[in-house]
């Protein structure tokens, strides 16, 4: 049996999705083992999303294109050329956006489970995602709508890999949080 870390994000959160979310997640046959609602703290995300200049860079990279592919110019908006810069600046809106309010933070396990788990998710962007995926179905910001001015809200985050859910789990749970049934 694998596991992975799914949490649902204060805009998920907000609108009252929490039950729908998990409840879908039973419904793939994998078990609930873990779940807390907390407020996330800078060190947590500190630690979740650090993922060097590399990350940086990568991330930075996609949100120039992406940007640029939709008209926007983050030299204008924001005086940003260097996509380490950019990958910064969208690491600094994703902390305000996680901080936001109440995040829902569970464990699930089954067969699979961290590669169910993100096809399930959907992929970030509302284009995207597509229906009877939680973003395809749920999302309710197309990501053109924050340029310049916040993360794009996307409801719901899940590890991407049994290695990266074995380190989230691990942050954000104690061993003694994780049960067996």
């Given at each position: 049996?694998?596991r ?7 805009d ?59 008209g926007k ?24 956006y ?10 699930v ?57 074995e ?15």
């Amino acid at each position: 049996m694998e596991r992975t870390f799914v949490a649902i994000k204060p805009d998920g959160v907000k609108r009252g999705l929490v039950g729908e979310i998990i409840s879908r997640f039973e419904r793939l046959g994998l078990k609930i083992v873990a779940a807390k609602m907390l407020k996330v703290s800078d060190d947590l995300l500190g630690k979740h999303y650090n993922k060097g200049e590399a990350w940086y860079r990568k991330v930075g990279e996609r949100t120039i294109e992406f940007w640029e592919k939709n008209g926007k110019d983050p030299k204008e908006e924001l005086g940003i050329t260097d996509p380490v810069e950019m990958g910064k600046q969208l690491q600094e809106w994703l902390f305000g956006y996680m901080k936001s309010g109440p995040v829902m933070a569970f464990v699930v396990e089954g067969r699979n489970a961290s590669a169910l788990a993100k096809k399930h998710v959907g992929p970030t962007s509302s284009v995207e995602a597509p229906p009877g995926t939680i973003r395809g179905d749920y999302y309710h910001q197309d990501s053109s709508l924050s340029f310049g001015e916040h993360d794009v809200y996307n409801i719901v985050h899940c590890s991407g890999s049994p290695e990266e859910a074995e380190f989230e789990i691990k942050l954000w749970f104690r061993e003694d949080e994780l049960h067996v049934y």
